[in-house]
């Protein structure tokens, strides 16, 4: 009897410790998958208004989600339909604790300088404006170095001698654009005359259009757009009044190769990329970081990138040619563009 107990008792003791081997593993598999899962960093983009036609966000949002995939990131694009919803968009992401929230624009300063020191231990970005905050990390481009190439372009190229300009809004981040135009048209170009007007708006194609219209009956045979949607207006305009223009951010040749001759080139899809895997490797900082030519955050189609589009004769190889030599000097400090903000 007591060899038969102690058979039993053995046999028992053994089963139990397999059933304990086998529920570790078990959990501990589930243990690491859940880790797995929750060590998932998580990224939202808040966009200060919808992407729309607009292919400065969208080319943005592109790059973003790109970066979410390659570096395994949970990514989230959030587009806002006015400053109101903007500002809860930002306070939702922040109460939804995602790991770093990026944003776009000066339309997202006020918002973020109210949001971003309520969080201290929170990381947040922001592209294509400067937000002083310990806890933002600002990227901005140095578009009057792209626009010095453009306006050097339209100084070589214009037959007329006059030139145009159709901008969005008359702010600080535009004289970027327009006073990096001057600089260049006036270096190859010191008697072509400069037109400049303001639509108002982001979103105003019509108005676009009048103000390319007005400055084509000036005389300006060469007009670039600078108003985002109001683009559309121009590019119009150009192609019923046969004058020529550029766009900007992503090569908006390909719309009408006819016309529409050059574009100046924002990398917003580059930086929005480069910002998700500097967070993810463990290199992101906070402060400000700018990208020009130098760093290929801007450029101009057929001079620093090439287009599917076919060069224009109004623009011409010759032309060319010269503005790529002029992008050099520019990269090694021989030509210095001013930028009108840090005057």
Do not use: W
């Amino acid at each position: 009897m007591k060899k038969h107990l102690a058979f039993v008792l053995t046999l028992m003791l053994a089963i139990s410790v397999i059933a304990a081997c086998g529920g570790g593993n078990t959990n501990e598999g589930a243990a690491n998958g859940g880790g797995d899962e929750a060590d998932k960093k998580r990224i939202a983009l808040v966009l200060p208004e919808q992407i729309g036609v607009n292919p400065f966000f969208a080319l943005m949002d592109e790059g973003f989600k790109r970066a979410g995939e390659e570096f395994g990131a949970e990514v989230k694009t959030i587009e806002s339909t006015d400053p109101a919803g903007f500002e809860q968009n930002l306070r939702s992401t922040v109460a939804e604790n995602y790991d770093l929230i990026i944003t776009a624009t000066f339309q997202a300063e006020d918002a973020l300088n109210k949001v971003a020191p309520e969080n201290p231990d929170k990381s947040f970005a922001i592209i294509d404006t400067v937000v002083d905050q310990p806890n933002v990390r600002s990227v901005v481009f140095r578009e009057h170095e792209a626009a010095f190439l453009l306006g050097a372009a339209a100084g070589l190229s214009t037959k007329t001698n006059k030139v145009g300009a159709v901008v969005a809004i008359d702010a600080p981040l535009l004289s970027k654009y327009t006073k990096g135009f001057e600089q260049g048209l006036k270096h190859t170009n010191a008697d072509a005359e400069f037109f400049v007007n303001y639509v108002g708006s982001f979103t105003d194609s019509a108005k676009g259009k009048e103000l390319a219209v007005l400055q084509h009956s000036k005389g300006a045979d060469f007009i670039a757009g600078m108003a985002a949607v109001g683009d559309l207006g121009v590019f119009e305009a150009a192609k019923e009044f046969g004058f020529y223009a550029s766009g900007q951010d992503v090569d908006r040749t390909e719309l009408d190769p006819e016309h529409i001759v050059l574009s100046q080139l924002k990398g917003t899809d580059a930086v929005a990329y480069e910002t998700v895997k500097a967070f993810m490797s463990g290199t992101f900082e906070f402060g400000a970081a700018d990208y020009g030519l130098k760093e290929d955050g801007v450029g101009l189609t057929f001079v620093t990138r090439e287009s599917k589009s076919p060069l224009s004769p109004f623009v011409g190889q010759e032309t060319v040619d010269k503005v790529k030599a002029i992008a050099e000097d520019i990269k090694s400090g021989k030509i210095e563009v001013i930028n009108p903000l840090a005057q």
